[in-house]
């Protein structure tokens, strides 16, 4: 049947996908049509996933790929210029933050994978006012690379135990030795500044 959602390959796939986030959120800057049409586009990779057949694995890379599109552009921490972000886009961001966690888990999927799913995991966990749950999210991730010190985890553990006890100390000469150092730390500095900003306008710390 041609209008059989199962005849898309995966690669027809990723490029609507990317063509939706290239025009409607970052050209467009309309969360709503982004948020709507992704959603879409998710269920589709989910049940392609999901009844097997010649592209059911790759379908689960797209399932991983475009859930952590949908969790990170919904993440109200970026502070995006020209996003008008609401309490259900971000809650719409939670939950397939949650779902691509899990998926990531239960498929063995590779390291990399793992970290992004948990940290992006933790950030929303820290904008729903969970604290505690952002912090065990992103000590996940320093478990996972405890040698990568330049990814900044454990600045933004900082951040998390800083909004969850009110001392802003530590966070913020951490801030300033991190945009002493060399690139990508201080633009690590900058977003964590940002979201500490976010977090701190929706009363949060």
Partial sequence: MILDHKNITPKEFAQVAQNVRKTFYWEKKDLATYVVLTKHLLATAIENHKNGGEFA???????????????????????????????????????ASKYILDLAI??????????????????????????????????????????DDHIGVQSWIMLAKAVDSGDFGPINAELERLTALPKPNPGIAAQIQTALKVVSKNRIV
């Fill in 106 to 147: 239960s498929s063995k999927a590779p390291v990399e994978t793992l970290f992004n799913s948990y940290w992006i995991y933790g950030a929303h966990l820290l904008t729903d006012k969970n604290n505690l749950g952002a912090i065990g999210a992103w000590q996940k991730c320093a478990e996972l690379k405890p040698d």
């Fill in 57 to 95: 694995e790759a379908f689960r890379g797209r399932v991983l790929g475009l859930g952590y599109d949908l969790a990170s552009m919904t993440w109200p921490g970026w502070d995006e210029d020209g996003i008008d972000m609401t309490e259900e886009f971000r809650k719409d961001g939670l939950a």
